[in-house]
């Protein structure tokens, strides 16, 4: 392969991040100005996007060298070993500067051309046209209608140009009640439910403090609860513990008084905040990274981080809105303190589980755009796309993409996408490589003219469908499947290995029934083709018995299991669970992979004059 | 002893049978010598539900008034609610089931009346015979015989009649051995590893004592496995510390000083009433929906229940290591060989062994090295999780191996013939079962019984087409590799379609896997298809062509 680099470092060692017996691989680094790049002694290729590094670390010294341990956002983990530590040095400076980056204008989607003309660029970003979605949904109609309130921003910056509001609510309304909301964040359209007439709408929270009220948002939340003629009552949902919200109230923001709006019914769900999340992945990440970890080690671990806990929070919270619409057809207006992290998972989860044109792969697209993007999560703050506040980092989006995996595990027929679409999803929100996911709002994005500088995913990701399709779903599988309603039982929260252990191959079956299924499916089809070919030749022949034998008829039908072409705008980076993948294949079982481990450091210790048992055992034999 | 005498009650109609995820259905409960059945009478909806007696691990019974609750627990792990009008009624239904649940003698159990109503084929006694094992093995070596020492059981009484031995070891020379391993457990052959010839042998802990005694007989033995100048290795399933300490009782381990070319490896492996109370705790624990998070995860953990299985498969992986990658042999054993020391072995084979994953090459393990190697079944499966007997040789050893198999095979989906089907159907049948194959202790009592004349084996039911097709992986491909597990605790999970069966909905997954096996299914088809039609049309090509020639 050809590609330009201003840093070379041979003789560079690669550990295996959890081997015992510091097994390692032994090839040349390279710097590129947007990857980093090791080529092993047989020519295999680790790419990493200086984007996705979330933190080097320059380990102390030691007789093989320098230790450089580098952390990636998509959670794999690369441990080098650098000979000379000025080469390390140099390394490390060049890393931290590439992998922060001050300007929107220096992230890669900027420079990432996948060659594509004006207009392929142009009808990718209009593939999800959120207008569209609203009509599907069934709005506008008798009750709701387009505001041009936010036309130009002026109410709401972080919101979209389009709101959807009750008819009943008039501009003052809207302006008065954005004026008692955190942000300018006011009750705005997230779903509508055709069959219920009830909606999910959103907001931030009210700037109530101790007792203050504010008619416009009391009328707002009347127009919302008269817009659904099904229930006159509506759920109010605060996300956040009881407690964290009564503090906000001492500064003067806080939670709707039952008393000051009639017809709601407010709730608490107790989901927990930015920083909660944030070093609860943390925790979840330092004892899944533990060398030699054991069972006890793993479970409490796991238990102490809370992370499966604030996963079910987050789906049980979608539970609650999803009961509260499809059993008593009531609206619900969810929102947290400033409307954009908890609203968002829980507005778009419910709608999930409510609408299963959403568990198409187009469908998700359009949930992202809606509920994450044009919503204003802040996606550049939340990752890290820019040196910025490391107290804004925050796994929120993960989390919803682990929640619907979670889902996914449950109704394995119910969705067309996969797992390896949630996980490329998750690496592209970090890779900044595509135009979607910059920024923290739409008028953020549009003052970066995203839209000409650089290429939305969704085209990509949809061109190349066929490794994201589900080959178990069934659209018409049951009439039940509209409404998913999941079990939230504690034992159904797994830990996603192939999320957080996406790159340590040896932790992964080695087999694995769904991409075998998944070929089959293809394969099927491809087969069909080819009998529906033989069988018109036959015909032909038995037709015209004369016919003179053309030199394609005596090729045989195409039989070979078909083989994906490797995507071209991912080239760089490995398919996350590529449909072929050899990984996963028995040839990468071996011992030395697996260790089992304590056995081989106390063998070696009881007796040094033993060959270590790892020792040549490299590759797996016939 | 009559049943009838135990049983006071032996119908009542209108009873209300509770299950979760069903909804509950009034119908008429009837009690024979060896069934729980209750039949619902419902138009639109008739069922029956069979339950052995021998399955039920406890029954618990209270009172509302005069309607009277049984909750009935499995070992199977299945819970179930009867509501029986009438306070008599009651008592003497749940009198009798106490009774008929804990019957003392073996010969009164089911086995020894079910009468089958399929055609046997094969009898499934006589489908694994030692002979037959020993004559795949001189196809390779001839460095071992099979020797008819044990004929009567009195050498060692929990060893089958006949075993192998290294071929230079005579009769004269084993009974010397005997001696000094615990139960008389000599070293016998367990593997024969195909590749490089390299076995694995197993036997029970050498009597060393205090004193250090020794036997120049069993060191000769165990020596004679190995190849001139190469060192094997002893995988010892306790500690260090228990090994020690087993001296002072008799017990002990083989010591460097006599055993020079052996390196000895302890790897610990819990046993007995530490594995009872760790089923007990997960079973507990899987069982409560009400669990938090927090609550949930600690239960898991405070089970030891995968920490178990990491120990085992981490031995077993050890083993296998040890022959295939080392080329040396080993010999496995604990205290008594009749446990842990099974477990190491029968895991081994798997991951070294492709005739292992097949489903008669399984059977036939779970024969050597389970039924016939002694593992004291009617003991060790009395009771389940629901026990409250706190009987020390009450463990869940074998439950353990499945959960273990059932691992790899996760790991390994290809590479198995049966399914996971296969192996909740075996550990259904360790614990209660209507076949007489895991009843008694060892070989020496199941003669006794008469077992092979009295009773129907498992293997004969399960080895006919209609039952196979059941526990068939569709997804097998014969794969001659040794198969190496990672024991990561990343990779491991609780056995949901044990530990969960009962406590969710399976709707969804079942109909997921149905869709599965029709792609698989339509795949074969569809292969069959395309390959009948390019013969014809290569026949057509060939006739045109010979046409064209004329």
């Known amino acids: 392969s050809s590609f330009s680099f201003f840093l070379q470092v041979e003789q560079v060692k690669l550990l295996d991040r959890f081997s015992t017996s510091n097994k390692s691989l032994t090839g040349t680094l390279y710097l590129t100005a947007t990857h980093l790049l090791f080529i092993d002694s047989s020519q295999r290729e680790t790419w990493i996007l200086h984007h996705h590094i979330a933190a080097v670390e320059k380990l102390p010294l030691t007789t093989s060298g320098c230790p450089l341990v580098i952390q990636c956002k998509n959670f794999r983990i690369v441990h080098f070993v650098v000979p000379r530590e000025r080469d390390c040095h140099d390394i490390y400076n060049s890393l931290l500067q590439l992998s922060r980056t001050a300007k929107y204008e220096e992230l890669y989607a900027f420079s990432y051309n996948p060659k594509q003309n004006e207009s392929q660029q142009v009808k990718g970003w209009q593939l999800i046209d959120l207008a569209e979605e609203y009509k599907r949904m069934g709005v506008p109609n008798d009750y709701w209608q387009l505001s041009d309130a936010n036309r130009d921003y002026k109410i709401c910056e972080t919101y979209p140009r389009e709101l959807y509001v009750p008819r009943t609510a008039s501009k003052p309304i809207i302006v008065g009640s954005s004026k008692f909301r955190s942000k300018g964040r006011f009750p705005v359209l997230s779903y509508y439910h055709k069959n219920k007439e009830a909606a999910i709408c959103r907001c931030s929270q009210p700037l109530s403090g101790f007792s203050a009220r504010c008619l416009e948002d009391e009328h707002m939340l009347q127009a919302i609860s008269k817009a659904n003629p099904s229930n006159r009552y509506m759920y109010v949902m605060d996300t956040r513990p009881k407690l964290n919200a009564m503090a906000n109230r001492a500064a003067g923001k806080g939670y709707e008084n039952e008393d000051n709006y009639s017809n709601i019914r407010f709730q608490f769900v107790g989901i927990e905040n930015i920083h909660v999340m944030r070093s609860s992945l943390q925790k979840l990440l330092e004892v899944s990274g533990t060398k030699g970890l054991s069972v006890n080690d793993f479970l409490s671990g796991l238990e102490n981080s809370g992370w499966l806990r604030h996963i079910k929070a987050v789906l049980d919270a979608a539970v609650f809105l999803v009961k509260a619409i499809a059993v008593e057809s009531a609206s619900v207006l969810v929102h947290c303190s400033d409307g954009w992290d908890r609203t968002s998972q829980v507005c778009s989860l419910g709608a999930l589980l409510l609408d299963s044109y959403y568990r198409t792969i187009k469908g998700f697209m359009v949930l992202i755009e809606k509920d994450w993007i044009s919503f204003g999560h802040k996606f550049s703050d939340r990752c890290c796309q820019l040196d910025g506040d490391p107290k804004e980092i925050s796994p929120v989006f993960t989390q919803f993409l682990e929640t619907v995996w979670n889902l996914t595990e449950q109704f394995p027929q119910a969705f067309e996408y996969n797992e390896a679409f949630l996980l490329q999803i998750h690496e592209h929100v970090h890779s900044c490589q595509f135009g979607n996911f910059l920024g923290n709002c739409q008028k953020e994005r549009e003052e970066l003219k995203l839209k000409e500088k650089t290429y939305s995913l969704w085209p990509f990701l949809l061109d190349e469908q066929k490794k994201y399709q589900n080959p178990l779903y069934n659209p018409d599988f049951s009439p039940e499947l509209t409404l998913l309603e999941p079990n939230t039982v504690s034992f159904n929260f797994k830990f996603w290995r192939n999320m957080y252990h996406q790159f340590d191959r040896s932790m992964h079956p080695r087999q694995s029934v769904f991409n075998l299924i998944m070929n089959m499916s293809e394969q099927n089809k491809q087969l069909e083709e080819d009998i529906k070919e033989l069988e018109a030749k036959i015909k032909q022949r038995n037709g015209q018995p004369d016919a003179v034998i053309s030199k394609e008829h005596q090729q045989p039908a195409h039989l070979a299991p078909m083989t994906l072409k490797s995507p071209p705008c991912f080239k760089k980076e490995q398919p996350l669970i590529p449909v072929n993948d050899a990984v996963r294949t028995i040839e990468g079982s071996n011992t030395a992979d697996n260790r089992y481990s304590e056995f081989v450091e106390e063998f070696s210790k009881a007796e040094p004059a033993v060959v270590s048992l790892e020792y040549g055992v490299a590759r797996m034999t016939c | ?550």
């Open chain 2, 1 to 550: 002893m009559e049943f009838a005498e135990l049983i006071k009650t032996p119908r009542a109609d209108n009873v209300v049978l509770h299950r979760p995820f069903y909804l509950a259905v009034e119908g008429t409960l009837c009690l024979t010598g060896h069934h729980l059945i209750f039949s619902s009478r419902r138009q639109d909806n008739a069922e029956e539900l069979w339950l052995l007696h021998s399955n039920i691990d406890s029954i618990e019974k209270r009172f509302v008034g005069s309607l009277g609750t049984i909750v009935i627990k499995c070992k199977d792990l299945r819970i179930i609610q009867l509501d029986i009008p009438g306070m008599e009624e009651c008592l003497n239904i749940a009198s009798s089931i106490e009774a008929l649940s804990t019957l003392d003698s073996v010969t009164l159990m089911y086995p020894f009346f079910y009468r089958p109503m399929f055609e046997i084929v094969e009898d499934g006694w006589r489908s694994f015979l030692p002979d037959q094992e020993f004559e795949l093995l001189t196809s390779l070596t001839d460095e071992w015989r099979l020797s008819c020492i044990n004929k009567e059981f009195s050498v060692c009484p929990s060893y089958p009649p006949v075993v192998i031995v290294p071929k230079s070891i005579d009769d004269e020379a084993l009974r010397k051995v005997a001696l000094f391993r615990h139960g008389s457990r000599f070293p016998v052959l367990s593997y024969y590893h195909k590749k490089n010839g390299m076995v694995m042998m197993r036997s029970s802990q050498p009597l060393t004592g205090t004193n250090g005694r020794r036997c120049k007989e069993d060191e000769k033995l165990i020596n004679a496995t190995l190849r001139p100048g190469k060192r094997g290795y002893i995988i010892d399933t306790r500690s260090l510390n228990v090994a020690q300490q087993a001296r002072a009782k008799g017990g002990g381990f083989e010591q460097e000083a006599h055993y020079p070319q052996w390196r000895r490896i302890h790897k610990c492996i819990e046993r007995f009433n530490i594995l009872q109370e760790s089923l007990i705790k997960l079973v507990e624990a899987c069982n409560d929906q009400s669990h938090n998070m927090d609550r949930w995860l600690s239960k898991l953990e405070a089970s030891n229940w995968l920490t178990h299985i990491k120990e085992i498969l981490t031995a077993a992986c050890l083993a296998a290591q040890c022959i295939d990658r080392e080329g040396a042999s080993v010999l496995v054993h604990g205290t008594e060989g009749t446990d842990s020391t099974l477990q190491v072995t029968s895991l081994a084979q798997i991951i070294l062994d492709p005739r292992c994953r097949t489903i008669r090459g399984f059977e036939s393990l779970v024969v050597r090295e389970w039924l016939q190697a002694g593992h004291p079944f009617q003991q060790r499966c009395a009771q389940s999780a629901y026990s409250n007997s706190k009987q020390k040789w009450e463990a869940p050893v074998f439950l353990l191996f499945l959960d273990c198999v059932w691992q790899i095979l996760r790991q390994f989906p290809c590479s198995f013939e049966f399914n996971e089907q296969f192996l909740i159907m075996l550990f259904e049948h360790a614990y209660a079962s209507q076949f007489g194959t895991f009843l008694g202790n060892n070989e020496n009592e199941r003669s006794k019984l008469k077992l092979p004349q009295k009773t129907m084996s498992l293997w004969s039911w399960v080895n006919r087409s209609e039952e196979l097709s059941k526990f068939q992986n569709p997804l097998f491909e014969a794969n001659s590799l040794v198969i190496w597990p990672s024991v990561a605790p990343q990779s491991l999970q609780l056995w949901e379609g044990v530990f969960l069966r009962w406590n969710r909905p399976s709707k969804f997954l079942d109909e997921a896997h149905e869709e599965m096996i029709n792609i698989i299914k339509y795949n074969k088809e569809l292969q069959a298809k395309v390959n009948a039609l390019r013969r014809q049309l290569a026949e057509m090509e060939t006739d045109d062509r010979m046409q064209e020639n004329l």
